[in-house]
């Protein structure tokens, strides 16, 4: 009797401890993919970035003064509307600059980097809305890996809206960086001549599991490999093949690494690992003191002069 009564808690032990992983990876799951969104606030998104970057209202006043600041839309495969904002040059120019948002932003807010491409350098700029954020639909976010085929799709439409004479540049910010390496391991057109992440991943796994841990003191096992099964199951892609430092190793353009030196969301380590797998050719910046996604907002001029500098040598 002893032992069946053993036998009956252990299973019932078991089965709760089974029960807790099942639910807590549907809630990581949702608390990851699909959390409250503040790029889907397409209002407040200008009010914050009109108040951090007080030059930039006038430059996107005076652009939809001139009907230059314009909207495009695509259909995903899946039949997905996703949006664009875009912009052409002063100045008649093939040099155009396609840039990604970070985790729950949206192209309002890399307009600061939109103005540094468009304003700064004479650069046209098309700026994509990601799934589940700003005007593109979309039921949830993809980190990057299923959002690096609609990257480049947008690189078709870059070409198609500028013309033969497109030399591309592909600019990404953390969730956007990742996207921007994830897209660099991807055949796509030879307009595109480089490749600039700031802040960037090495895979979605290692974001998540250094994540579970800092918020929740949590270890990876098993709530991870739970999580990275359901998202499979869900999804269709699994948080290990979501690999930026994959991506870039297959890479072979020019690619800007920038990454905040005291950054403690996407630590920096991340960036010296993912600059050893990328071959050459490469640069690297740290920018001191900065934390996640603040090197542009920090160091306003070197940031410029640094991507001025590396586009410069691989778009003439």
Known sequence: MRHKALFKYTVIFLAVIAGSIIAGSFYMLDFALKPQNRGKDIEGSCQYMYSQ???LKPWADSLKQVHA???TFIQAEDGTMLH???AKAARPTGKTAVIIHGYTDNAIRMFMI????NKELNYNILVPDLRNTGLSQGEYIQ???RDRLDVLRWLDIAN???GDTARIVVHGIS??????MMVSGEPQPASVKCYIEDCGYTSVWDEFAYQLKETFGLPAFPLMHATSTLCKMRYGWDFREASAIKQVSKCHKPMLF???ETDTFVPTWMVHELYKAKPEPKELWLAPTSVHAMSYKDNPDEYTERVKNFVDKYIP
């Open 114 to 117: 939109g103005y540094l491409y």
């Open 69 to 71: 600041l314009k909207d």
């Open 175 to 180: 969730m956007g960086a990742a996207t921007t």
């Open 143 to 145: 980190m990057g890996w």
């Open 53 to 55: 970057y007080p030059h």
């Open 160 to 162: 198609a809206v500028y």
């Open 258 to 260: 920038i990454h905040g």
């Open 84 to 86: 664009a904002f875009y």
